[in-house]
């Protein structure tokens, strides 16, 4: 079974940065495919962040964290990122990456995310 | 931007009743939605897209209808293993979810 495998959590400081690493275990499984990472506080709903087409060429982000968070890929390593900057107490989650089916940012594969804490 | 708004917040039920639960849209989507099932410590499992096609290996006890601004999803006859919550999403936007617990 393909799999999606994130990771690159952690406790971090306010202002702080991280990065998201989401690793394809199968070669090819996400190259074809838009990518979205999305978020779940403690205890709280979903939330998506952020897509990126299948050559990179094309981003987009939620208003609560353009400017802060930026997505990335490399194809050739089967690999999707987020860069995280600036930090808020409220960016503390978990972190999901996701393999989007189609253009409508259909969430089809899901990773089983990383826990991001921010915190002094 | 669209605004999906999941009713009820809490559904109890028994195992084998048919649970209905709703997502409405605060302008139409045609049938751009899609609903997600998620139980604790796991990660989201694509069920239906395009408001009534089922996701792969999806069991036909779930169903999805509705289109415009007003869908539903259907479970006929709960198992013990759908008791979880289940989120409708269209592009960037998820409801508040409904949470599906054992009467």
Redesign the interface.
């Known amino acids: 079974e393909v799999q999606l495998v994130e990771s690159g959590g952690g406790l971090v400081q306010p202002g702080g940065s991280l990065r998201l690493s989401c690793v394809a275990s199968e070669l090819s499984f996400t190259n074809n495919h838009w990518m979205s990472w999305?978020r779940q506080a403690p205890g709280k709903?979903?939330?998506?962040l952020a897509n990126i087409k299948q050559d990179g060429s094309e981003t987009?982000y939620?208003d609560s964290v353009r400017g802060r968070f930026t997505i990335s890929r490399d194809n050739a390593k089967n690999s999707v990122y987020l860069q995280m900057s600036s930090l808020r107490a409220e960016d503390t989650a978990v972190y999901?990456c996701a393999r989007v089916?189609?253009n409508?940012?259909?969430?089809?594969?899901?990773?089983?995310?990383t826990l991001v804490t921010v915190s002094s | 931007e669209v605004v999906l708004t999941q009713s009820p917040a809490t559904l109890s039920l028994s195992p084998g009743e048919r649970a209905t639960l709703s997502c409405r849209a605060s302008q139409s989507i045609s049938t751009?939605l899609?609903w997600?099932q998620?139980k604790p410590g796991?990660?989201?499992?694509?069920l239906i897209?395009?408001a009534s096609s089922r996701?792969t290996g999806i069991p036909a006890r779930f169903s999805g209808s509705g289109s415009g601004t007003d869908f539903t999803l259907t479970i006929s006859g709960l198992e013990s293993e759908d008791f979880a919550t289940y989120?409708c999403?269209?592009?960037?936007?998820?409801?508040?979810?409904t949470k599906v617990e054992i009467k």
């Open positions: 999305v709903g979903l939330e998506w987009h939620v999901f089916r189609g409508y940012n259909i969430l089809e594969y899901w990773g089983q995310g | 751009y899609a997600y998620q796991q990660a989201p499992r694509l897209y395009d996701a989120y999403q269209q592009r960037g936007t998820f409801g508040g979810g």
